[in-house]
């Protein structure tokens, strides 16, 4: 669970749904759906319209680390109140058959921003500086992660090599976990998964970190079996509309804990990475020269 006060109430509520029990997830879907709203709606109603309990209601927000439902109200409507909308059709998101092109656009370029800016307040940078550090400490870096996740994983992959570090992205079951049982002290594995279900990523990790890597889940559910494993855990918050599931909006997130990390590596080895970059960029301008000369 993504208990960080800063973290806006929305985007931990939208991590925690895939643990809650059905009923306690009925309530945050509904929250999450349209937080205005039930910023203003009496407990009631929202245990009503959940077709569960007031009782219900009260434990999910004991669950979410909230003292009651009155507290949590104030808490949407604070964020609520900091968030520049957009219209509440935009802002609530999810595509309807009816919608014209231009709300399905508006919705997409809204969900996609909120990805990123979500993602980033609910970034641990506690967390992040001490995986940058475990990184640059590190002799050789695995990556893993399948489908969308698998992208991510290859461009972090790519990100590293640029500046001289020796890094693997695997997206094949028996390559990673063949590769997670050479790893050792001086590694540390990274598994991408929105969901933090994927087996195929959570096994070689769990390899890994049998042989005394330090392991890294990214991942968009704080107690995901992949989150509860790794030594360490960068949590997304993707926002993810219709059509869009496990895609776009997980895909951006992840890719902006990437950025960050690469980033905050490259500057703690500046003068290293600078002149790989250098070095990468002249063999790539060079290359680029000798075909167009053909």
Same mark, same amino acid.
């Given at each position: 669970?993504?208990?960080?006060?800063?973290?806006?109430?929305?985007?931990?509520?939208?991590?925690?749904?895939?643990?809650?029990?059905?009923?306690?997830?009925?309530?945050?879907?509904?929250?999450?759906?349209?937080?205005?709203?039930?910023?203003?709606?009496?407990?009631?109603?929202?245990?009503?319209?959940?077709?569960?309990?007031?009782?219900?209601?009260?434990?999910?927000?004991?669950?979410?680390?909230?003292?009651?439902?009155?507290?949590?109200?104030?808490?949407?409507?604070?964020?609520?109140?900091?968030?520049?909308?957009?219209?509440?059709?935009?802002?609530?998101?999810?595509? +309807?058959?009816?919608? %014209?092109?231009?709300?399905? #656009?508006?919705?997409? &370029?809204? @969900?996609?921003?909120?990805? !990123? =800016?979500?993602?980033?307040?609910?970034?641990?940078?506690?967390?992040?500086?001490?995986?940058?550090?475990?990184?640059?400490?590190?002799?050789?870096?695995?990556?893993?992660?399948?489908?969308?996740?698998?992208?991510?994983?290859?461009?972090?992959?790519?990100?590293?090599?640029?500046?001289?570090?020796?890094? +693997?992205?695997?997206? %094949?079951?028996?390559?990673? #976990?063949?590769?997670? &049982?050479? @790893?050792?002290?001086?590694? !540390? =594995?990274?598994?991408?998964?929105?969901?933090?279900?994927?087996?195929?990523?959570?096994?070689?990790?769990?390899?890994?970190?049998?042989?005394?890597?330090?392991?890294?889940?990214?991942?968009?559910?704080?107690?995901?079996?992949?989150?509860?494993?790794?030594?360490?855990?960068?949590?997304?918050?993707?926002?993810?509309?219709?059509?869009?599931?496990?895609?776009?909006?997980?895909?951006? &997130?992840?890719?902006?804990?990437?950025?960050?990390?690469?980033?905050?590596?490259?500057?703690?080895?500046?003068?290293?990475?600078?002149?790989?970059?250098?070095?990468?960029?002249?063999?790539?301008?060079?290359?680029?020269?000798?075909?167009?000369?053909?």
């Amino acid at each position: 669970m993504i208990s960080d006060p800063e973290v806006p109430l929305s985007v931990r509520i939208r991590g925690a749904l895939p643990d809650l029990q059905p009923a306690m997830r009925r309530v945050g879907e509904i929250i999450v759906a349209d937080p205005a709203r039930v910023s203003g709606m009496a407990i009631s109603v929202l245990a009503s319209e959940a077709a569960t309990s007031e009782t219900t209601v009260i434990r999910f927000c004991r669950t979410l680390g909230i003292s009651g439902y009155s507290a949590l109200r104030l808490a949407l409507a604070t964020e609520m109140g900091a968030r520049d909308r957009q219209g509440p059709d935009v802002e609530n998101g999810d595509i +309807f058959p009816d919608d %014209d092109i231009d709300s399905v #656009v508006k919705k997409i &370029a809204y @969900a996609d921003t909120c990805s !990123v =800016a979500d993602t980033t307040n609910a970034l641990s940078l506690r967390d992040l500086a001490a995986v940058v550090n475990d990184v640059v400490a590190a002799t050789r870096i695995e990556i893993y992660g399948v489908g969308a996740s698998g992208l991510v994983a290859a461009d972090f992959q790519q990100k590293l090599h640029r500046i001289g570090m020796t890094a +693997f992205a695997f997206f %094949d079951s028996h390559q990673s #976990v063949s590769s997670a &049982a050479l @790893a050792g002290p001086q590694t !540390v =594995a990274f598994g991408f998964s929105h969901s933090g279900r994927t087996i195929d990523t959570i096994e070689p990790l769990r390899i890994a970190q049998s042989r005394g890597a330090k392991t890294v889940a990214v991942t968009n559910s704080p107690s995901s079996p992949i989150a509860q494993l790794a030594d360490r855990t960068l949590f997304t918050a993707a926002r993810e509309t219709t059509f869009r599931a496990g895609a776009t909006g997980s895909r951006l &997130a992840q890719l902006t804990v990437v950025d960050c990390l690469f980033v905050a590596i490259a500057q703690q080895t500046f003068d290293r990475s600078i002149q790989a970059l250098e070095d990468t960029r002249a063999a790539v301008a060079d290359l680029e020269a000798r075909q167009s000369g053909r």
